[in-house]
């Protein structure tokens, strides 16, 4: 079975401060996603990356910075917390080429206080 | 975007019951997906259905794509407690990795 882990379930971080949510996945998948999900606004793509090193701007990456070192890790950075960055955190990896079936972690539901 | 839109927001039956969510969506796709979230967890893959199928069984799921009407629709028979969750319809998101998600249908199955 695919496995993607997020480092944190729960993280409650202070305005201003620099967070780093961490993703791996077992599966040696190229594709990794970063996603937010509010209620009422469902899941918005904040940056996605296709293989190593590279990485595009999905649709909210104000914010956001993203890292991807190694194939299996995929981190979000925010580089200065504001509480309106509040939400659940979801990352995901797919495989290139076919179906694009994503599989998720569990998520990390941050507060930005 | 290529978005797909669930309808009910929310559904509430009994156990035992059918459960029937809609998805719309806008352009051409070549395949539509279907995942489960229960409750403060991530999404679950549950099914995949390509253009050229009408219709896919998986266990107690039954998914229909009407590509000429741009909508999809996924059935739960004889629901469970278990099946409460949001389920939400994902279509290809304009590029060959990214998929885009709809808002979701919440069912809750009451015992």
């Known amino acids: 079975d695919v496995k993607v882990t997020q480092s944190s379930r729960y993280l409650v971080k202070r305005t201003g401060e620099k967070v780093f949510l961490e993703c791996v996945q077992d599966?040696?998948?190229?594709?990794m996603f970063w996603y937010r999900q509010d209620p009422g606004l469902g899941l918005r793509l904040i940056y996605f990356?296709?293989?190593?090193?590279?990485?595009e701007k999905g649709d909210i990456p104000e914010g956001y910075s993203v890292s991807r070192e190694k194939k299996e890790r995929f981190s979000l950075i925010l580089e200065s917390a504001s509480t309106n960055q509040t939400s659940m955190y979801l990352c995901?990896?797919?495989?290139?080429?076919?179906?694009?079936?994503?599989?998720f972690g569990a998520g990390t539901r941050l507060s930005v206080l | 975007s290529q978005q797909g839109e669930e309808d009910p927001q929310a559904l509430s039956i009994q156990e035992g019951e059918n459960a029937t969510m809609n998805c719309s969506y806008k352009?051409?796709?070549?395949?539509l997906q279907w995942y489960r979230q229960n409750s403060g967890r991530g999404l679950v893959h549950l099914i995949l259905?390509?253009?050229?199928?009408r219709e896919k069984h998986s266990g107690r799921l039954r998914v229909t794509l009407d590509t000429s009407k741009k909508s999809s629709s996924l059935l739960i028979t004889a629901s469970r407690a278990a099946d409460t969750a949001s389920y939400f319809c994902?279509?290809?998101?304009?590029?060959?990795?990214?998929?885009?998600f709809g808002k979701g249908t919440l069912l809750t199955v009451n015992p």
């Open positions: 995901a990896s797919s495989f290139n080429g076919g179906t694009n079936i994503q599989y």
């Open positions: 994902a279509t290809p998101g304009g590029s060959n990795y990214k998929l885009t």
């Open positions: 352009t051409s796709i070549n395949n």
């Open positions: 990356s296709y293989d190593v090193k590279m990485k």
């Open positions: 259905i390509r253009s050229n199928e």
């Open positions: 599966m040696d998948h190229e594709n």
